[in-house]
C-alpha cells in the first residue's frame, strides 16, 4: 500500500515541453514578437501548423509592407525556429 502511495504520488501530468512544435508554443514565441510589430501597425496571425512548417498570415500594416518579406524571414522565422527547433520554415499565406 505503501509503494502504491508514492508511486501515485510522483506520477504527475508531464508537463508541456516548450519546445515542442504546437500551436500554445508558436503563439507563446509570437507573443513575444507581437508589440514590435503592433508598434508599426502590424501583427501576425498562425493560420496553419503543417508538419514542420508554420503558416502565418501578415495583417495590418505588416500585409502590405515592402519589408514584410524580411520581417518574416529574419523576425519571425529565426525567432521561432530559436524557440522551437522543430519548426523547419515559416511561410505567410494571404
Known amino acids: 500500500m505503501l509503494d502504491q502511495m508514492s508511486s ?3 506520477t504527475a501530468a508531464p508537463a508541456q515541453d516548450p519546445h515542442a512544435l504546437t500551436l500554445e508554443n508558436v503563439e ?8 514590435y510589430l503592433m508598434a ?4 501576425v496571425e498562425v493560420v496553419e501548423i503543417d508538419g514542420p512548417i508554420v503558416k502565418v498570415r ?6 502590405s509592407c515592402p519589408s514584410s518579406t524580411m ?3 529574419m523576425g ?5 525556429r530559436e524557440a522551437i527547433p522543430e519548426v523547419s520554415e515559416v511561410i505567410q499565406v494571404l
Open 8 to 10: 501515485e504520488s510522483t
Open 28 to 35: 507563446r514565441t509570437l507573443d513575444e514578437l507581437r508589440p
Open 40 to 43: 508599426d501597425g502590424g501583427n
Open 58 to 63: 501578415l495583417q495590418g500594416a505588416c500585409g
Open 71 to 73: 520581417t518574416l524571414k
Open 76 to 80: 519571425i522565422e529565426r525567432k521561432l
